[in-house]
């Protein structure tokens, strides 16, 4: 070994790091080397989706996938081809546990066409990430920290641990309540419709009541498009049905803190003592502004008994079921107003409703109040939160009603429509309620497009589909310098 070589052994080169491969290189290394290494750090590596995407593009999917077998032959009674936009809008709203539909769903979809409208409901309200856990268990596969992540967001849970406890508990949660609501459904069903039919009628309406979904089967009496109407006095009907909605918009958070804390209020978290409280000042007041307003409409004629369940009926509903027992046609304009802010509100994040959700409205009413005391954070029973939370709240909410006057402007330009009926539709579609003052058969095609991309928007909630759509790398902040303006 020559003495030049035994210097080049012991003195190695330097070494440096190399940002291109995330790792150690000589510090000089040979120039097709070095080229290779710079194209390398020029192109672009694929992004992973974001938790958001994901459940934007796992709803969207299934909604497509929903449309095009109900726009085959094979979903109807006629055996044609139904207009792909109609399709669409159906499997949307089936999806999207809304209620909206352009046919009845008794009189124009045969078995295999309600049956696939069941299922999307039943995806849609369990969400489709417990669908898809469920297969990826069955089949041997871990749940990594990614379909955690996606899984909490989807259910509104606060912890990304113990999630398959968590679905474990959302399916026997869910269809145990369906098969109570199923089997007192049937105790009037198989009267009316006979025993087959009766149950199947039970079992679809529960589960389209739990899943705050709306769709109805009662075309099958000959009056399309009727829902409840015929059971307006039916007692068992009504409160199950009632109970079916309020304890799938109440969430599966809610119920599940109220089971392990074995029904103490006192060690309620707050989150869960806030929508108990705001979901019983939501079905009682409105019940009776409900029967205040129309004492000499609708409830005119009934026993005082009918106009107790007509009332709580129409209050519960429009949070955010979708049936009804009355004519909304003919209902005041205090009334449909009413409805609309109920609708508007909706349920309970992380359950089956939808609008922007009465926890939301509690914190901006809270934060408004401290805003005007001049505090700092938001006191609710005892507890505090900080302002930031009511400034997503309101952004919630500026961006719903944008959603809702922008659509509303473009369908009364095309449509012949009174503003009442309008508004009425859009607020129903976005807060995915399913109520319809009767114009969504009429709608053009392109009004049909806007109330499904309302009726989109409004289950996935706006704020997320507005984070997959814009999610990008992280920039460093720029600090600007502030200046003050007048408002007010």
Known sequence: MTE???NRNSNPPPL???DADTGFCPSEPPAEEGEKRVRFAKRKLPRKLSSTQVLVLGYLGIILLGSFFLSLPISNRQGVWTPYIDALLTSTSATCVTGLIVYDTFGYWNM???????LLIQVGGIGFMTFITLFSFALGRRIGLFERTVIAQSAGSFEKGGIMKLIKRILIFTFSVELVGALLLA???????GAGKGIYFAIFHSVSAFCNAGFDLMGARGVPFASLTSYSDDVIVNLTICGLIIIGGTGYVVWSDIWDKRFRYKNFRL???????ATAILIFVPALLFLAFEHNGVLVGKSAGEQFLVCLFQSVTPRTAGFNTVNLAELSDSSVLMMQILMF???NSGSTAGGIKVTTMVVILFGLYSSMRNQRDIVIGKRSMDLSLAKQA????????????VAALIICAVEPFALRDVMFECVSAIGTVGLSIGITPMLHVSSKFIVTLLMFAGRLGVLTLAAAMME????PLTKRPSEKILIG
Do not use: P
């Not at 295999?112 to 069941?118: D, E, M, P």
């Not at 105790?187 to 419709?193: E, I, L, N, P």
């Not at 990008?472 to 920039?475: D, H």
């Open 472 to 475: 990008s790398k992280v920039k």
């Open 394 to 405: 309101m952004s919630l909410l500026t961006i719903y009603l944008i959603f809702i006057l």
């Open 16 to 18: 440096r790091f190399d």
């Open 4 to 6: 030049n070589e035994s």
């Open 345 to 347: 509100i909706g349920g």
């Open 271 to 277: 989150h869960t003592r806030i929508v108990l409280w």
């Open 187 to 193: 105790t009037r069903f198989c009267v009316d419709f």
């Open 112 to 118: 295999f066409g309600q049956l696939l409208i069941l």
